[in-house]
Nanobody
């Protein structure tokens, strides 16, 4: 089982930026697709962005397209989420997840390891 630890969350004003990091340990995640999900209070967990094992393919939710970018560094067993032009509706706990598939996937049930989450709060 892989352990995932997110960092980089915090409080930011609308229009600001944050960069989330996810460090994996326990096993390498370099051969698997990774993803970011988020959950706002009173809402279900939703897909944010995903990346294939090589980093060659990425996909983002329509709500964050053009503002968020996912990337990975397989040498560091890590994945990142650069968040720009943040909006109050981006406020949520952000979770990093690792799948057992090499190809990109956005379906939560395809991810078998999850981090504890990091809080992102965007003030208006």
């Amino acid at each position: 089982q892989v352990q995932l630890v997110e960092s980089g969350g915090g409080l930011v004003q609308a229009g600001g930026s944050l960069r989330l990091s996810c460090a994996a340990s326990g096993r390498t995640v370099s051969m698997y697709a990774m993803g970011w999900f988020r959950q706002a209070p009173g809402k279900e967990r939703e897909f944010v962005a995903a990346i294939s094992w090589s980093g060659g393919t990425t996909r983002s939710a329509d709500s964050v397209k053009g503002r968020f970018a996912i990337s990975r560094d397989n040498a560091k067993n890590s994945v990142y989420l650069q968040m720009n032009s943040l909006k109050p509706e981006d406020t949520a706990v952000y979770y990093c997840a690792s799948s057992r598939r090499m190809v990109l996937t956005t379906t939560p049930t395809n991810f078998d390891s999850w981090g504890q989450g990091t809080q992102v709060t965007v003030s208006s």
